[in-house]
C-alpha cells in the first residue's frame, strides 16, 4: 500500500507529501517492493541487472533477437576482421577471416535484443580444428565488453557447430572475438554466424 496521499490539481506539494512520496520509492518495507504481488508492481530481480548486462528469463518491451534479423543486410556487421560484413549476410558461401587473437566482428542493433544461444559456420580449409570464438555483449552501465560464452574447437568442414546456449542476456551491441586461432591454418574462417533468442 502506497504511503503518499494524492495531489489534487493546482495543489502544492508539501515537504510531508515530497517525503512520503520517497518513502514509496526508496524504502522496501513500505514502499513499492517490485515482488510481482497485487499493487506492488512486477518482479524485478536487481541482482540480475546488476552488471547492466541484464539477464533474466523476460523483460517486458525487450525484443528478442531472430536470426533473420541478425541476417538483416542493413545491420551489417563490422570489426577488425578481415570481411566482417560477411559474418551475418545469410551466406555461407562468403567467409571472413581471424587472423590473430583479439580480431572480432561487432553487430550493432538500434535497440536492445535479448538472445540466449549462437553458432558458428565453419569454411572447409585444411585445418587442426581447435579454432575458438568468444560472444561478447556490450555493457550499458560500465561502457565495457562482457564476456558471455565460448564456441572451441570450431570444425573448418563446411558444417555448423551445434547450438551454444548461455542464460539470457540483453544489450545493443554484439562481439564476436577470436581467442584461439586454427593451429594448421594460422587463422580461424567462420562462413556465417547466427545468434537468437529459443524459448
Given at each position: 500500500?502506497?504511503?503518499?496521499?494524492?495531489?489534487?490539481?493546482?495543489?502544492?506539494?508539501?515537504?510531508?507529501?515530497?517525503?512520503?512520496?520517497?518513502?514509496?520509492?526508496?524504502?522496501?518495507?513500505?514502499?513499492?517492493?517490485?515482488?510481482?504481488?497485487?499493487?506492488?508492481?512486477?518482479?524485478?530481480?536487481?541482482?540480475?541487472?546488476?552488471?547492466?548486462?541484464?539477464?533474466?528469463?523476460?523483460?517486458?518491451?525487450?525484443?528478442?533477437?531472430?536470426?533473420?534479423?541478425?541476417?538483416?543486410?542493413?545491420?551489417?556487421?563490422?570489426?577488425?576482421?578481415?570481411?566482417?560484413?560477411?559474418?551475418?549476410?545469410?551466406?555461407?558461401?562468403?567467409?571472413?577471416?581471424?587472423?590473430?587473437?583479439?580480431?572480432?566482428?561487432?553487430?550493432?542493433?538500434?535497440?536492445?535484443?535479448?538472445?540466449?544461444?549462437?553458432r558458428i559456420y565453419g569454411t572447409a580449409v585444411a585445418s587442426n580444428d581447435d579454432g575458438a570464438v568468444k560472444?561478447?555483449?556490450?555493457?550499458?552501465?560500465?561502457?565495457?565488453?562482457?564476456?558471455?560464452?565460448?564456441?572451441?574447437?570450431?570444425?573448418?568442414?563446411?558444417?555448423?557447430?551445434?547450438?551454444?546456449?548461455?542464460?539470457?542476456?540483453?544489450?545493443?551491441?554484439?562481439?564476436?572475438?577470436?581467442?584461439?586461432?586454427?593451429?594448421?591454418?594460422?587463422?580461424?574462417?567462420?562462413?556465417?554466424?547466427?545468434?537468437?533468442?529459443?524459448?
Amino acid at each position: 500500500m502506497a504511503v503518499s496521499s494524492d495531489v489534487s490539481t493546482g495543489d502544492q506539494a508539501t515537504a510531508a507529501q515530497y517525503n512520503e512520496l520517497r518513502e514509496d520509492v526508496l524504502d522496501a518495507a513500505t514502499g513499492h517492493a517490485h515482488t510481482g504481488g497485487a499493487d506492488a508492481g512486477k518482479t524485478l530481480d536487481a541482482a540480475a541487472i546488476a552488471s547492466g548486462v541484464l539477464a533474466v528469463a523476460r523483460i517486458g518491451g525487450v525484443k528478442e533477437m531472430t536470426v533473420a534479423e541478425f541476417q538483416t543486410l542493413t545491420i551489417t556487421a563490422s570489426g577488425t576482421a578481415t570481411n566482417p560484413t560477411n559474418m551475418n549476410d545469410n551466406d555461407v558461401g562468403t567467409d571472413g577471416d581471424l587472423h590473430v587473437v583479439g580480431e572480432y566482428y561487432e553487430v550493432d542493433f538500434d535497440e536492445i535484443r535479448c538472445c540466449n544461444r549462437w553458432r558458428i559456420y565453419g569454411t572447409a580449409v585444411a585445418s587442426n580444428d581447435d579454432g575458438a570464438v568468444k560472444l561478447q555483449a556490450y555493457n550499458n552501465i560500465t561502457r565495457a565488453w562482457d564476456d558471455i560464452d565460448t564456441i572451441s574447437n570450431i570444425v573448418q568442414n563446411n558444417v555448423w557447430s551445434g547450438w551454444s546456449t548461455f542464460t539470457r542476456i540483453a544489450s545493443d551491441q554484439y562481439r564476436f572475438v577470436s581467442t584461439i586461432v586454427d593451429t594448421t591454418m594460422g587463422y580461424t574462417r567462420p562462413g556465417e554466424i547466427e545468434i537468437d533468442n529459443q524459448g
